[in-house]
């Protein structure tokens, strides 16, 4: 996990090799679902908002990690079912291809569920 990083692009440099291209991927795509979106950083994390924060982004040892996790939508808890944890927050491992399209539609629902 990147220390004490002072912005996104300051993070996802200082993150691991492995983890650097996925960062990147999730922020691309995320800012593609959600084009409204503005990037801050928050909790020490790359994160997006629109009047509040609704995605947050994270590089670990051997994941990567996506909160908070999706209430709203039955259909996409179960897509993402296999990569929940027992919070309902997202992790998926570096060692597999990461669903980037899944990952995008979580931001798009995550961004409507904290619109309310």
């Not at 990037?39 to 040892?61: C, D």
């Amino acid at each position: 996990m990147p220390g004490t990083a002072a912005d996104i692009d300051a993070y996802i440099s200082s993150a691991a090799p492995g983890a650097r291209p996925a960062l990147e991927e999730i922020r691309r795509v995320v800012k593609e679902a959600v084009p409204a979106a503005t990037e801050t950083f928050s909790y020490g994390m790359p994160a997006l908002k629109l009047s509040r924060t609704f995605f947050y982004f994270g590089a670990f040892k051997k994941h990567v990690g996506i909160y908070p996790p999706v209430r709203d939508d039955a259909a996409l808890i179960e897509a993402t079912s296999g990569y929940r944890n027992a919070k309902g927050n997202l992790t998926f491992p570096l060692a597999r291809p990461i669903p980037y399209a899944l990952i995008a539609r979580v931001a798009l629902a995550l961004s409507h569920q904290y619109a309310k």
